[in-house]
């Protein structure tokens, strides 16, 4: 089996600017990545179709005019291809005695070979909890951790619809109506998923040696893109070029941050401070 040389995983609780951080990061040339429509045809791709019809120019220009080509937002799909989302979160190096990092290590294979690329670059927000796992799967994978200010994480949560379906892996697996039935707030919750993804995250991290963990500030890539990713670069081992900066420089990164201040109400905010002050203080956010 080919060898995969430093897979790079985007690592953060969801709403962190994870997103926006991995699409930027993913046009560097040296990088391989799942495009949503990798994950929407996973056969497909499995069997180099799409990974084909993306490269062809002409059938590139007519999938783009239904749909743009983009780096796939999550990688959960190829986790629940391996099964190894059946496994839950979070999960240790002991969860990776089977084969299912097996079945990962080929479908990123198949991803460097359709893709022509060097390395490759995953963002999936439960890779956090994953971190033990990918790591015994993959001895000298990077993991860049995004954080982002709690408050405005919280913000976040609330005005998304995800948020209201997903299960709570820090809950047993409960969800937001099973919180609401208990009198409890959606601010509260918020806070507390928010806290225990960043706590995990970072506990998870200890296994790693120094090089190959980092911690990107959401507001520190927003301020100044260009600087915040040559440090990026510069620690992942990949080569910093003008066709690279160019793209940096044409992308429209905006820091949000604001909005929890004006969207957030008194009590709510008093809430997800109260619970989050020692971390946000951590953090250096407070």
Not at 95 to 121: S, V, W
Not at 181 to 208: D, F, Y
Request: net charge positive.
């Amino acid at each position: 089996m080919m060898e995969i040389d430093r897979p790079i995983f985007i690592v953060g609780s969801g709403r962190s600017g994870t997103t926006i951080f991995f699409r930027t990061l993913a046009k560097h040339k040296e990088l391989g990545y799942f495009s949503d429509y990798d994950l929407r045809f996973l056969r497909l791709f499995k069997l180099g179709v799409m990974p084909f019809l993306e490269r062809n120019r002409f059938t590139r220009y007519i999938i783009e005019k239904v749909r743009p080509i983009k780096p796939a937002a999550e990688s959960e799909r190829v986790m629940e291809y391996c099964k190894i989302s059946e496994k839950g979160i979070p999960l240790s190096e002991n969860d990776a005695e089977d084969d299912t990092g097996q079945c990962l290590k080929k479908m990123i294979i198949k991803c460097l070979k359709y893709h022509k690329a060097n390395r490759f670059l995953g963002k999936n927000t439960n890779d956090g909890m994953r971190i033990e796992f990918l790591n015994k799967i993959f001895p000298d994978s990077i993991f860049l951790h995004i954080l982002r200010d709690g408050r405005a994480n919280v913000n976040s949560y609330l005005k998304v619809p995800f948020f209201y379906e997903i299960r709570f892996w820090w809950w047993n697996n409960k969800t937001f109506k099973d919180w609401i039935n208990e009198g409890r707030t959606p601010a509260e919750l918020g806070a507390l998923h928010w806290k225990n993804n960043v706590i995990e995250i970072m506990r998870q991290s200890r296994c790693l040696p120094e090089g190959r963990y980092l911690e990107i500030k959401y507001e520190e890539f927003t301020e100044n893109p260009k600087d915040c990713l040559k440090k990026v670069i510069e620690f992942c081992g990949l080569k910093w070029d003008k066709n690279f900066e160019s793209s940096v420089e044409t992308t429209q990164i905006k820091n949000m941050n604001f909005k929890w201040k004006n969207n957030l109400s008194f009590n709510e905010r008093k809430v997800i401070e109260s619970i989050l002050h020692s971390l946000l203080k951590k953090l250096d956010y407070i």
